[in-house]
């Protein structure tokens, strides 16, 4: 059966209900942005920036997703391949999404607008943090992951027609220098797009703590895709428990890990008390900025970690769905906490909560219709990935006794 | 949630030949076939091999016990420490075992949640392995205290001497509570881990006192349903323990430096770096241990190609993490505006130790990349010696991190150039010879590679396998 048929098979993505929701998101969230911008075009910069910073781990974390498996050589991310790399692919989007930021960089990021000869320590890196450079790399980091992202799904979609092993060879070589690239363009990101924020500051764990964020917050996404796509019909059958389940192991290990990362982080600062290092967290720890420090604590982790403690909680949609949510939530406040006390310095600002929402539903709304136009147009899983068999469960005889695609007998 | 029934509309296709996966035992050996083989290493008159490997090993570690012994009697003043390196070989051989010790309990409790059935062929030595080099790191903490004596002021119990309590804000106490607690951990997994393949050892043995240790070590064991449920059970549940473990044990050695002021200390990647980095030196390490004995006791079938290649890229994997933490103390280094830092690390690539810092990036940055080749990860020979490039990459990291660090402080007047003494050199020896006299021994009187665990794992124990159910591979 060709590819075509069985994407016509499975049908498109239909969820009536919902179905206008990107556009209303869009639509609701872009003009609420709009004026936002008109009473404070500095505010509204700080909000895009989160929203777009939020949205981007869903990218980097879902690009890293496509590259592990090809590295690792999985099988039970196979059904979940596909979407997870339309997620992925959404980077041109992202950069189309990045001109407001690069219009108000200088409003952003007070480096910019400070002379390095009287700032020691904008002065110390000023051969990289300066302005042209800074403008230089988002196009090189946009374009590193976009022909990465596109890449690994045209093999990907190529071997859906042809099932030749040459095509696992490419994305495995596509992931082999990508690791790399990923790595050292996911550490800029965070670097020149957050940090630099306050850019007096630094951490070497900086890269790996926006890293961990983004892989938790995705792993909370695929889990949530996956339930509404194995509801509509597209995953119905191939979405199976072990992929639920190996999805909460993976987001549990991912709670861990963040605390793990965070808390080293916090912790050596704290220890070492070097004041060029504990001011960043000095200055989260005042007003209300308190209050989010310890929901990041027990929401971040605490909670998370206990609810998917249970080895069955990770099948259990009335548990992993609402926790999936509060994942975002995290993140939201994970994102604000490193951003906003730039701009405000008091507290948490829940007076422009609105405008910071707004942001959130603009970028939804648009990079939603953007995934669903590509979730529309190819068959919703690898038709003809190696490891397809082996996650279905379904045995077939070797090779050496002349393979023919067998039936479902062997299904469990 | 229930999965459901395929219909015939999904058409699920075999994989290309070439992506096959390669079988984890060989030949479709059948089940008794590995408990003879496998059992046979520890049974029968000890190889010729064997004696060569243990008696220069046994020569090591009484050159050892001599050289803590004077060490002891004479005072860490025998060490080629002096002002501004008071810590050199003494905690860089600590945190070399230490690191070491890691890849045991990875393998067995780690990649035993991630479900990754190839695990099997290598568990059992590599936590042998873990148990014996934590207890090399624990010789070092205790004797480089100078005054081994009053070791135990390390351990907090009430006393008369005022009461005296152990310093609990230091991070060096954090050790003795996280290496113990590792040390005791692994042990209780390995332990469990051998109680039924004892019992198969017992119910093979001829001889009546290896009948009576075994049996009394197996602890009855029978392999009834109801012992396997337990057992199934525990290992989990101390696979779950073991995990936080693995990375809380090298995140406080690496607390050891990180929580100081001092430049190239100092770095808040230093705990998942430092975990990367014992992952990436213990899995070094086993393939070093591993390779000859596949060969020698004749387990290529069970330590497959395949076996080694997977083991290959964990190292390549860690060896890239490892050298992203390289890149990013450095770029940071910059990127911070210290000068101190940054002077720290200029004089690591090219000060007086530069040989040392470019030995450790050859070792354990571009070498490993050799891994991303297929033929590479094939040769065995090459494995081997990327192998020991990885030991020797990692103990020079260690030495990097800590020597040249102290080399070089804030003014130049308090630099200094660390050159080991003959006591230095031999202390350095010595626990290679008690690591390998350890393994030797584990591998003479104890099955080396979990039998009924590799038995699980071949087609004919899973009842849904076409092979499965026994159908071939003759008794049990």
């Known amino acids: 059966m060709s590819s075509h048929t069985e994407s016509s098979t499975f049908g498109s993505l239909e969820l009536a209900r919902w179905r206008q929701l990107p556009t209303w998101l869009m639509a609701g969230g872009g003009l609420l942005a709009l004026i936002g911008a008109a009473v404070d075009l500095q505010r509204f910069g700080y909000a895009w920036l989160l929203a777009f910073m939020f949205f981007l781990s869903l990218c980097l974390g879902a690009l890293f997703l496509v590259i592990l498996h090809h590295l690792f050589d999985a099988m039970w991310t196979v059904p979940l391949r596909r979407f997870v790399e339309h997620i992925a692919c959404l980077a041109p989007v992202m950069l189309a999404l990045f001109l407001p930021i690069l219009v108000l960089a200088p409003k952003l990021y007070p480096w910019m607008t400070i002379d390095p000869e009287t700032d020691h320590a904008l002065h110390a890196k000023h051969q990289f943090l300066n302005a042209p450079l800074w403008y230089v790399r988002v196009f090189v980091l946009f374009g590193i992951w976009t022909w990465l992202a596109y890449g690994l799904r045209k093999w990907s979609l190529k071997q859906d027609e042809t099932g030749a092993a040459e095509c696992t060879y490419k994305m495995r070589r596509y992931s082999a220098g990508g690791i790399f690239l990923f790595a050292v363009t996911l550490t800029m990101a965070a670097i020149d797009w957050m940090k630099s924020l306050e850019h007096q500051w630094y951490s070497t764990m900086y890269g790996v703590y926006y890293f961990a964020a983004s892989v938790w917050t995705t792993l909370a996404t695929v889990y949530l895709i996956t339930v509404v796509l194995k509801h509509a019909g597209p995953l119905r059958y191939v979405a199976r428990e072990r992929q639920f389940h190996d999805t909460g192991v993976l987001l549990f290990a991912f709670t861990v890990f963040y605390a793990y990362i965070h808390f080293s982080q916090y912790f050596l600062i704290w220890n070492a008390a070097l004041p060029e290092e504990t001011y960043w967290y000095v200055k989260r720890e005042t007003g209300s900025w308190w209050d989010i420090g310890m929901i990041i604590v027990f929401g971040h982790f605490v909670l998370p970690f206990l609810t998917l403690l249970r080895i069955d909680a990770k099948l259990n949609l009335r548990v992993m769905v609402p926790i999936c949510v509060w994942a975002w939530l995290m993140h939201f406040c994970d994102l604000s906490y490193n951003i906003m006390p730039v701009r405000h310095a008091a507290g948490f600002p829940a007076q422009w909560l609105w405008l910071d929402l707004a942001c959130l539903a603009f970028f939804g709304g648009v990079l939603a219709k953007a995934f669903l136009k590509s979730f529309n147009a190819h068959p919703p899983y690898p038709q003809r990935d190696p490891r397809f068999a082996e996650t279905m469960e379904v045995y077939l005889p070797p090779a050496s006794s002349g393979r023919q695609a067998s039936a479902h007998g062997g299904a469990k | ?476």
């Not at chain 2, 008159?45 to 012994?69: D, N, Q």
């Not at chain 2, 002002?83 to 600590?94: G, K, L, R, V």
């Open chain 2, 1 to 476: 949630m229930s999965d459901l029934a395929i219909p015939a509309s999904i058409k699920v296709h075999a994989p290309p030949p070439e992506l096959e996966r390669p079988p984890l035992v060989l030949n479709q050996r059948g089940l008794g076939w590995l408990s003879d083989h496998i059992a046979g290493v520890a049974e029968g008159k000890t190889p010729m091999w064997w004696w060569i490997a243990f008696v220069p090993s046994a020569l090591m570690l009484a050159i050892g016990v001599i050289c803590v012994t004077y060490l002891i009697s004479t005072g860490v003043g025998v060490w080629g420490l002096h002002h501004p390196i008071m810590w050199a070989w003494d905690i860089t051989n600590f945190v070399f075992w230490i690191g070491i010790g890691h890849a045991g309990t990875l393998i067995s409790a780690i990649l035993f949640l991630l479900r990754q059935r190839w695990r099997t062929s290598i568990n059992r030595a590599a936590e042998a392995m873990t148990i014996f080099a934590v207890m090399c790191a624990g010789l070092f903490p205790l004797i480089h205290v100078g005054r081994a004596w009053f070791d135990w002021w390390m351990l907090p119990f009430p006393n008369s001497n005022g009461p005296i309590w152990p310093q609990f804000r230091s991070p060096l106490q954090w050790d003795v509570f996280a290496v113990s607690t590792y040390f005791t951990v692994s042990a209780l997994f390995w332990y469990m881990g051998l109680i039924p393949d004892l019992a198969v050892m017992r119910d093979r043995s001829k001889n009546k006192i290896r009948k009576f240790l075994y049996g009394l070590f197996a602890l009855g064991w029978v392999g009834s349903n109801r012992h396997w449920s337990n057992y199934e059970k525990a290992y989990l549940l101390l696979a779950g323990l073991s995990t936080p473990l693995v990375l809380s044990v090298h995140s406080i050695v690496s607390f050891d430096f990180a929580v100081s002021q001092l430049p190239g200390w100092h770095s808040t990647i230093f705990p998942p770096y430092f975990v990367a980095g014992a992952i990436f030196s213990g899995f070094g390490m086993v393939l070093t241990l591993l390779l000859p004995l596949r060969k020698f006791c004749h387990l290529e079938e069970v330590i497959t190609v395949r076996h080694v290649d997977l083991m290959c890229k964990v190292t390549l994997a860690t060896g890239s993490i490892v050298g992203y933490a390289y890149s990013m103390e450095f770029f940071i280094a910059y990127y911070g505006g210290n000068p101190y830092e940054l002077a720290a690390f200029i004089q690591r690539a090219t000060g007086p130790y530069w040989w040392a810092y470019w030995t450790m990036v050859t070792c354990n940055v571009i070498l490993p990349q050799l891994f991303w080749f297929k033929k590479v990860r094939s040769n065995m020979l090459v494995v081997f010696i990327l192998s020991i490039t990885v030991n020797i990459g990692m103990w020079f990291e260690r030495f990097v991190i800590i020597a040249t660090t102290l080399a070089r402080e804030f003014m130049p007047s308090n630099w200094g150039y660390f050159i080991p003494t003959w006591v230095d050199i031999f202390t350095f020896v010595g626990p290679f010879g008690l690591f390998l006299t350890c393994f030797l021994l584990f591998i003479r009187f104890l099955p080396v590679l979990a039998i009924s665990e590799v038995k699980g794992v071949t087609p004919q124990a899973d009842p849904h396998h076409p092979l499965g159910g026994a159908k071939i591979g003759g008794h049990h």
